[in-house]
């Protein structure tokens, strides 16, 4: 059994209220930061312990903090990112829904390394049962004497809110949280300025994911020298992962950032592999932005070594033979999926998912997802594969914000690694429609397929 | 729009907020900075659409306009972003199934298929007896229970051909005691 941060306590009876997460230890790290730390002493810690951000970029969260201007006289904002959307991803849920206390204290705590007076989760519209659970934790939390003025006598004042969305992947990005929760458009905004100088209501903002903040009261209690030391370089202390797809159990696992894919998918303790014996043929490790990795690909990197369930590994070759960790979102295909019809649907994710604001993402996601429907049904051209080819390199990097490079990503990862199924759709028009490609030669041992 | 012609000279009074309704405007607005009302726009146009039957008119739109002192335009352009807010009437009942790869591989197209076929509509249809609308959506965070949908405020996971069958029958049953 790997170490547990997070969800150590996930199964004990009633952890969602008050007392029980008390009596277990909670709030512990509020007392201990309010009482005997300083608010840059907090942000120090967390710059030990390595935490990187885990909503996606894997940004050193320390390093983000000290990052907040602060200006006298003019308000400082945290703002949870709980806008989780990413196809794949659904470990924060998992979080608010069954540990709502342990996202609050780190909330708090942050609050104060921060100095934020008013803390707002931004949580999407369609989680639409999780606020009151937030709300109510929140409300506990109060009584209990760990919000509101004057917390633990300390002169800190803290109020936490619950803002929800209503339906907008690209509201994950930070400066489009910001504008939604102005009450705007989610079109994300022109950096620079950044949030830890201009954020929400043109004030110095923190946004950070649900997973970060939980992650700091760990930080805080065992000190984040203890929590450098678990994992591995700096893919530091623990990650959740939420595994989906063609696996025999999809859920939300805390692991240990030094286990292997190959265990993580095979072992009765995670995946516990494939389902109905099915063979491995491909896997989003990270979320649906990420390259799709051929089996082969996955399981040991190019050079031949184990590939490991964390951030310098999983992105070991780059683009062209790697991947990236992300936001933790896993999703296995079985040797029975097709990888154009999979890349369609994300196409079409990103088409309706993009804001509009910027030519190459509004005009070139349609165009993606238009080609794709025409490969997947039997009506596509050798012509199309180079041209899709095409679009997602035009789109990339030439966008306000990363939703055209998520967008371009897992097309060009799919046509990257698996060319000869989108030639054989082509070829074939009338058999793709009533069957798969199948695995081809990918998921023959690396030395088969290289040799 | 169509709103506005269908709500007539006086539909303004029945576009209003319960007392009850009014005081959770008011918290609402409490949470954030003063003069900052606008950021309130989000949650009172999912109060709105909760209490004025699953959609929001123009009329409603105006009203939260003037319930938040911002200019209608500044309400219109919100609701018509983003996808959970509706700007055209559905039915009692909204599936929402969700399409993306997680849930395609588990075998969202069967689920799609017979909804379809059980509720004698295409996607995007709202069934003659305006109960059922049947829509479907792009990831919603439940991947790993899938295939699912949203109905409502709870998601409904893992979902097979006998759970859709009893889930219609559930809203149908709902439905005959609320008349």
Same mark, same amino acid.
């Given at each position: 059994?790997?170490?547990?941060?997070?969800?150590?306590?996930?199964?004990?009876?009633?952890?969602?209220?008050?007392?029980?997460?008390?009596? /277990?230890?909670?709030?512990?790290?509020?007392? @201990? =930061?309010?009482? %005997?730390?300083?608010?840059?002493?907090?942000?120090?810690?967390?710059?030990?312990?390595?935490?990187?951000?885990?909503?996606?970029?894997?940004?050193?969260?320390?390093?983000?903090?000290?990052?907040?201007?602060?200006?006298?006289?003019?308000?400082?904002? +945290?703002?949870?990112?709980?806008?989780?959307?990413?196809?794949?991803?659904?470990?924060?849920?998992?979080?608010?829904?069954?540990?709502?206390?342990?996202?609050?204290?780190?909330?708090?705590? *942050?609050?104060? =390394?921060?100095?934020?007076?008013?803390?707002?989760?931004?949580?999407?519209?369609?989680? =639409?049962?999780?606020?009151?659970?937030?709300?109510?934790?929140?409300?506990?939390?109060?009584?209990?004497?760990?919000?509101?003025? %004057?917390?633990?006598?300390?002169?800190?004042?803290?109020?936490?809110?619950?803002?929800?969305?209503?339906?907008?992947?690209?509201?994950?990005?930070?400066?489009?949280?910001?504008?939604?929760?102005?009450?705007?458009?989610?079109?994300?905004?022109?950096?620079?300025?950044?949030?830890?100088?201009?954020?929400?209501?043109?004030?110095?903002?923190?946004?950070?994911?649900?997973?970060?903040?939980?992650?700091?009261?760990?930080?805080?209690?065992?000190?984040?020298?203890?929590?450098?030391?678990?994992?591995?370089?700096?893919?530091?202390?623990?990650? +959740?992962?939420?595994?989906?797809?063609?696996?025999?159990?999809?859920?939300?696992?805390?692991?240990?950032?030094?286990?292997?894919?190959?265990?993580?998918?095979?072992?009765? $303790?995670?995946?516990?592999?494939?389902?109905?014996?099915?063979?491995?043929?491909?896997?989003?490790?990270?979320?649906?932005?990420?390259?799709?990795?051929?089996?082969?690909?996955?399981?040991?990197?190019?050079?031949?070594?184990?590939?490991?369930?964390?951030?310098? *590994?999983?992105?070991?070759?780059?683009?062209?033979?790697?991947?990236?960790?992300?936001?933790?979102?896993?999703?296995?295909?079985?040797?029975?999926?097709?990888?154009?019809?999979?890349?369609?649907?994300?196409?079409?994710?990103?088409?309706?998912?993009?804001?509009?604001?910027?030519?190459?993402?509004?005009?070139?996601?349609?165009?993606?997802?238009?080609? +794709?429907?025409?490969? /997947? %049904?039997?009506?596509?051209?050798? *012509?199309?594969?180079?041209?899709?080819?095409?679009?997602?390199? @035009?789109?990339?990097?030439?966008?306000?914000?990363?939703?055209?490079?998520?967008?371009?990503?897992?097309?060009?990862?799919?046509?990257?690694?698996?060319?000869?199924?989108?030639?054989?759709?082509?070829?074939?028009?009338? $058999?793709? +429609?009533?069957?798969?490609?199948?695995?081809?030669?990918?998921?023959?041992?690396?030395?088969?397929?290289?040799? | 729009?169509?709103?506005?012609?269908?709500?007539?000279?006086?539909?303004?009074?029945?576009?209003?907020? &319960?007392?009850?309704?009014?005081?959770?405007?008011?918290?609402?607005?409490?949470?954030?900075?003063?003069?900052?009302?606008?950021?309130?726009? #989000?949650?009172?146009?999912?109060?709105?659409?909760?209490?004025?039957?699953?959609?929001? &008119?123009?009329?409603?739109?105006?009203?939260?306009?003037?319930?938040?002192?911002?200019?209608?335009?500044?309400?219109?352009?919100?609701?018509?972003?983003?996808?959970?807010?509706?700007?055209?009437?559905?039915?009692?009942?909204?599936?929402?199934?969700?399409?993306?790869?997680?849930?395609?591989?588990?075998?969202?197209?069967? #689920?799609?298929?017979?909804?379809?076929?059980?509720?004698?509509?295409?996607?995007?249809?709202?069934?003659?007896?305006?109960?059922?609308?049947?829509?479907?959506?792009?990831?919603?965070?439940?991947?790993?229970?899938?295939?699912?949908?949203?109905?409502?405020?709870?998601?409904?996971?893992?979902?097979?051909?006998?759970?859709?069958?009893?889930?219609?029958?559930?809203?149908?049953?709902?439905?005959?005691?609320?008349?």
């Amino acid at each position: 059994m790997g170490k547990k941060l997070l969800l150590e306590k996930a199964n004990v009876q009633g952890i969602r209220g008050y007392d029980v997460y008390r009596r /277990e230890g909670g709030y512990a790290s509020v007392e @201990k =930061a309010l009482r %005997n730390m300083t608010p840059d002493q907090v942000t120090e810690e967390v710059k030990k312990s390595g935490l990187r951000g885990r909503g996606g970029a894997g940004f050193p969260t320390g390093m983000k903090w000290s990052f907040l201007a602060k200006p006298e006289g003019i308000p400082r904002y +945290l703002v949870c990112n709980a806008d989780e959307s990413e196809p794949g991803t659904f470990k924060d849920r998992y979080l608010m829904e069954f540990l709502p206390h342990l996202l609050i204290e780190g909330l708090i705590v *942050s609050s104060y =390394a921060l100095g934020s007076k008013s803390t707002y989760i931004y949580i999407r519209g369609e989680y =639409a049962w999780i606020p009151e659970i937030l709300e109510q934790a929140i409300a506990e939390a109060k009584a209990g004497g760990w919000l509101g003025k %004057n917390i633990l006598g300390t002169g800190f004042d803290c109020e936490i809110y619950v803002h929800t969305g209503a339906g907008a992947y690209i509201c994950g990005e930070e400066t489009a949280l910001i504008e939604s929760l102005e009450g705007k458009r989610g079109n994300p905004r022109i950096k620079p300025p950044f949030p830890a100088v201009k954020g929400v209501w043109d004030c110095p903002t923190v946004v950070n994911n649900v997973e970060t903040l939980a992650a700091v009261v760990p930080i805080i209690n065992n000190g984040g020298e203890a929590y450098s030391k678990i994992g591995i370089g700096k893919s530091t202390g623990t990650k +959740l992962i939420s595994a989906c797809g063609n696996i025999n159990k999809p859920g939300v696992y805390e692991i240990e950032m030094t286990i292997s894919v190959e265990e993580f998918i095979y072992s009765d $303790e995670y995946c516990g592999g494939i389902a109905g014996g099915k063979r491995l043929k491909a896997c989003i490790p990270g979320g649906s932005s990420v390259p799709i990795l051929p089996a082969n690909l996955l399981l040991k990197t190019a050079k031949g070594e184990t590939r490991l369930m964390n951030y310098e *590994s999983l992105s070991d070759g780059g683009f062209a033979k790697g991947s990236m960790m992300g936001s933790g979102g896993f999703i296995v295909l079985d040797e029975d999926q097709c990888v154009v019809r999979h890349t369609l649907t994300l196409a079409r994710f990103y088409r309706h998912e993009s804001c509009g604001q910027c030519s190459p993402c509004r005009e070139g996601t349609g165009w993606m997802e238009k080609i +794709l429907r025409n490969i /997947e %049904n039997g009506k596509g051209k050798k *012509s199309d594969i180079d041209l899709l080819w095409d679009i997602q390199r @035009k789109i990339e990097g030439n966008t306000i914000c990363p939703l055209g490079d998520a967008a371009a990503w897992p097309v060009a990862a799919a046509i990257r690694h698996f060319r000869d199924e989108f030639e054989w759709h082509v070829d074939n028009p009338k $058999e793709c +429609l009533v069957r798969n490609y199948g695995l081809a030669h990918y998921a023959d041992p690396l030395e088969a397929a290289t040799a | 729009m169509a709103g506005r012609e269908a709500g007539a000279v006086n539909s303004w009074t029945m576009v209003k907020f &319960s007392e009850d309704k009014l005081k959770k405007v008011d918290e609402i607005v409490a949470r954030y900075p003063a003069g900052k009302q606008k950021s309130a726009v #989000i949650p009172v146009l999912h109060l709105a659409q909760e209490e004025f039957g699953g959609w929001l &008119s123009v009329d409603a739109m105006d009203y939260v306009a003037g319930l938040l002192k911002l200019e209608p335009i500044e309400v219109y352009e919100v609701a018509t972003f983003y996808s959970m807010l509706n700007t055209k009437p559905v039915g009692r009942f909204v599936f929402e199934v969700c399409q993306t790869g997680p849930c395609m591989v588990r075998g969202c197209d069967d #689920i799609i298929a017979h909804i379809k076929q059980r509720l004698g509509i295409e996607v995007g249809e709202t069934t003659p007896d305006g109960l059922f609308t049947l829509r479907t959506v792009e990831c919603l965070g439940a991947c790993g229970y899938a295939p699912m949908m949203q109905l409502g405020k709870y998601f409904r996971e893992h979902l097979t051909p006998e759970k859709v069958d009893a889930i219609i029958k559930e809203c149908r049953e709902k439905a005959a005691i609320n008349n």
